[in-house]
């Protein structure tokens, strides 16, 4: 087995090359293993405010009651949940999973178009949102009577008179919740308190049944939803678990999430993972806000942290940074884009912590491979495979290739999806008949097992860490009565490593960047939305018409 593993050799002390699949049958049996253990310990805490394991155990009990009993819904039925990192989130979730239903993370910056794809393949019987992104919802719901919506201020969990003072401020100081009015909605928290009525029925979750649709492009610019298991997360939750296990300690740990926790890197490494350890999250709703992070985790004694490479730059170069107390510190965990050198050497140099790169999918739930964590300096790898994952190098025909040449990197273990939602033929494009997902990026092995990511075979743009789909921002662009012709592509930029750029060729003569950025920004998110646009006459296409965004990002070669 070493022979075909040659990483196994050089895994850190202490970690198994398998994990005990059995150990748990579900996430839901994750948490009440943690419930055991952990009960009176703080589980998340947002703006101040904390909820021990016991709370969560209650309010999400109440949540499940509510979906089970006064909506009626059936094991599988899917629930949608979209909002940024606020107590709700953790108390939804949980509540879903236990009622034995499949989550659906919506990310609340989607617009109307893209929060109605999403809502309409996975067939959402709820949309629980955050009122800042009510009018989003108000759009679509019209449209979609058939879906049920909750709705809650950022505020709400947050106790009296803190949580008014907040919804107070952010609807008529910051302006930053819109008038909305949704038919039939009903208040998050007295969707707890009609739930505390009922009875929770025993529901018990399977390791093959769905327990997250996790949306994403994968291989095309068709959002699909990954079908990740009970079986897959928890797996995924073991094998990270057995990685860190000598760098942390159960029932000590305080972890700062700032990424998204409807992101999958969060959702797992952070949400999940620390769950098991019976672990405190410290949730930030506003990372941007980067003078107030600083502010928030100064004094906090972190044990832990996550985050992508634009992230742990701009914590660095904020004021401030270097006074917060990092005594405690023992985890940091890069993920989501590429890890740079002088980010990783600086972090090292102000807080002694080493910054790990890691490398995941949302279709691998998303942990594939981690750097060791003892590392002494940044190495440029992506890692190892973590315990009961085999990794390997395929060229175009199918061949595993040798070490140290290049070919596109596939994967296989228990964390590996179980398909795109109702898209069988777009699973096939990925899995293959022997089992191993195909992820696009070409990468390389070298003698101990590290892999080393070298460019990516499909088109996908990562900026600050999330999947832009170069279709997608196309198809969008191409709607405009003024557009001939549209390719979009990624460039290198210093604050979220990528940014989009379109190449436009115009119908219309009069046509404006300022024309298409307006539109983009009616119907895209912020991170898909083109940085840079360029009107072109033309553009390069092969014989059969494709255009070649190869030689768009291809600079001209001189004579």
Known sequence: MSSERPWLAHYPAGVPAEI???????????????L??????????????????????????????????????????????????????????????????????????????????????????VLLVLDNFGNVAQEVLEQMPQVKAITTGLGDMLGFPKGAIVNF?????????PDYSISGAIRFKDTLTLGRMH?????????????????????????????????????????????????????????????????????????????????TNLMITNPRDMPGFIKEIKTSGFTAITGVNTLFNGLLNTPGFNEVD?????????????????????????????????????????????????????????????????????SDDGAVLPMGEIGELCVKGPQVMKGYWQRPEETAKVMDADGWLHT???AKMDAQGYFYIVDRKKDMILVSGFNVYPNEVEDVIAMMP???????????????????????????PGLTADQVKA???????????????EFRNDLPKSPVGKILRKELRDPPKTA
């Open 519 to 533: 539109f983009c920004h009616d119907n895209m998110t912020g991170y898909k939305r083109p940085k840079f646009i």
């Open 326 to 394: 990092f005594s405690k510190l023992r985890l940091t965990l890069g993920g989501g884009m590429a890890v740079q050198r002088a980010v990783a050497d600086k972090w090292k140099s102000v807080t002694g912590s080493t910054l790990a790169e890691a490398y995941g999918l949302t279709e691998t739930s998303p942990a594939v491979c981690i750097n060791p964590l003892d590392l002494r300096e940044y190495n440029g790898s992506i890692g190892m495979p973590v315990p009961s994952t085999d990794v390997c190098i395929k």
């Open 36 to 125: 055991k253990t952990y009960r009176s310990r703080t589980a998340f805490i947002n703006m101040g405010k904390g909820i021990s394991y016991d709370q969560l155990d209650r309010l999400s009990r109440d949540f499940a009651g509510y979906l089970l009993g006064e909506l009626k819904l059936k094991k599988g039925d899917r629930v949608a949940v979209m909002m940024p990192n606020c107590l709700q989130y953790p108390i939804a979730v949980f509540g879903i999973l236990r009622a034995g239903l499949i989550v659906v993370n919506v990310n609340p910056m989607y617009t109307a178009r893209e929060l109605k794809h999403q809502l309409s393949d996975a067939g959402a019987s």
């Open 199 to 279: 009875q929770l029925p025993e529901v018990r979750n399977a390791p093959e049944d769905l327990a997250f649709l996790q949306y994403t492009g994968g291989t095309t610019g068709v959002s699909k939803g990954a079908m990740l298991t009970h079986r897959n997360l928890v797996a995924n939750m073991q094998q990270a678990s057995a990685w860190v296990q000598s760098n942390v300690r159960p029932g000590e740990e305080l972890i700062i999430t700032a990424l998204p926790l409807y992101h999958i890197f969060a959702l797992t490494a952070n949400c999940l993972v620390f769950l098991k350890l019976g672990g």
């Open 440 to 442: 696009g990026d070409m």
């Open 482 to 508: 003024g557009v001939l012709e549209v390719a979009a592509i990624g460039v290198p930029d210093d604050k979220s490593g990528e940014a989009v750029k379109v190449f436009v060729v115009k119908k219309d």
């Open 169 to 177: 401020v952010l609807k008529y100081v910051k302006k930053m919740v």
């Open 20 to 34: 005990d699949l059995n150990e748990f049958a579900s996430i839901t049996d994750v948490f009440d293993s943690a």
